[in-house]
């Protein structure tokens, strides 16, 4: 497998990870009253997994970006 290919899949899970854990904390630390509203509404799993998804993609785009705006650096330097 290519080491860009390699660098993207692991992007990708260091973002979701980190997208699970910022959710985590917004729900946990109740910003916003969003705890009350995902708890108390019928449809709040699916607005959690919505705000999960999203938010990991944008973490895993933003990881993928400077991890190859790092890699760019370390090629430069040799």
Known sequence: MPRVFRLYIISGL?????????????????????????????????????????????FSGAQFAFSLSQLAEHADDT
């Open 14 to 58: 260091i973002g979701f990870f980190v997208s699970a854990v910022f959710v985590a904390m917004i729900i946990g630390f109740n910003v916003g009253n969003l705890q009350h509203l995902i708890f108390t509404s019928d449809i709040g799993v699916i607005a959690v997994l919505a705000f999960w998804v999203l938010n990991g993609i944008v």
